[in-house]
Every structure is written in structure tokens, then in C-alpha cells.
């Protein structure tokens, strides 16, 4: 009897997760447009096929944030800011090995090469490091910048403060 409720609850819970729905190993940021395959807007349910059931749970965040990283208790991975049940922020946490840019900006890159490869970018300065920010019609890209390395990336609506 025990076994048969452990293939039951493991069959429900493979049938749970949509194949293929998983942190991608190398994330990609398109400026204005998506972080790791999230789009700003998209339903939680959505994020949810892209990036699987798994994910921890901010409590004291302002905004309902999951955490999707590699393994338990790993703190590389992806944020996902929900707010009435959709995407309003997206940012990568820590500095995930192998994640970048369209036109081949990878984390660990210079500031200037920042500017080099995305173009024009406005300045904010956040305690403890830099967001070089640049806005589109609908959405707000920023880079992370941290001990004069590109970080982090992430992904808003337009006109959300990065440094919150």
C-alpha cells in the first residue's frame, strides 16, 4: 500500500510540471522584451510552464517574489516579482554562471563594455552598487552593476525603481 501512494503522489507530481519546464542553464536577456524566456505581463501560470512548480517563496518581500534557482537553497538563479497575478519585474539573482545578452554581453563584463555592446544608458546609483538603466516603450532593462562587474540583469515595467 505505501508504494502505491508514493507512485501516486510521484506520477502526480511528474504530471505536475510541463516537460522541459526548468531554469534554463544559460539565461538570456532580449532588452524590452524578456529575461530567462519571462516577459513582463505574462501570467504566473504561464511562468509556471516556462520555469516549473519549484521555486521558494519571498514572505517579506513588498510584491509576491519566487524564487526559481539551480538546487534547494542555491541563491543563483531567477527572481520572478508577481502583482495581481502577473509578471511585473524579473531579475536574475546573483550572478548565474553563463547568462547574457543579446549582442554578447555576458555578466562580468566592464561597465564600458556595457555601454559598448547596449548603447546609452542612464546611471542609478543603488547602496552597494550601480543599475545602468534603459527604458523602451513598455519595459525598463537594466544591468546590475557590482564591484565595477556586470552582476545581474533585469527586467521591469517602465519606470519601476531598480534599487528597491
Do not use: N, Q
Not at 28 to 49: C, F, K, N, Y
Not at 53 to 62: I, P
Not at 72 to 91: I, N, Q, T
Amino acid at each position: 500500500m505505501r508504494r502505491s501512494l508514493i507512485g501516486t503522489a510521484l506520477t502526480a507530481l511528474v504530471l505536475a510540471v510541463p516537460a522541459g519546464a526548468e531554469l534554463p542553464k544559460a539565461g538570456v536577456l532580449v532588452p524590452g522584451r524578456s529575461l530567462g524566456g519571462v516577459r513582463i505581463g505574462e501570467s504566473a501560470r504561464d511562468v509556471r510552464a516556462a520555469l516549473g512548480s519549484f521555486h521558494g517563496v519571498c514572505t517579506d518581500c513588498a510584491r509576491t517574489a519566487w524564487y526559481f534557482t539551480y538546487k534547494p537553497f542555491d541563491k543563483h538563479g531567477l527572481a520572478v516579482e508577481l502583482e495581481r497575478g502577473r509578471v511585473s519585474g524579473v531579475y536574475t539573482l546573483w550572478r548565474p554562471r553563463g547568462w547574457h545578452a543579446a549582442r554578447g554581453l555576458r555578466l562580468g563584463a566592464t561597465p564600458l563594455e556595457v555601454h559598448r555592446r547596449v548603447g546609452t544608458t542612464r546611471t542609478l546609483t543603488c547602496v552597494g552598487y550601480d543599475a545602468l538603466v534603459r527604458d523602451s516603450a513598455r519595459a525598463r532593462t537594466v544591468y546590475y552593476v557590482y564591484g565595477s562587474r556586470l552582476w545581474g540583469f533585469g527586467l521591469f515595467r517602465k519606470g519601476t525603481d531598480p534599487c528597491r
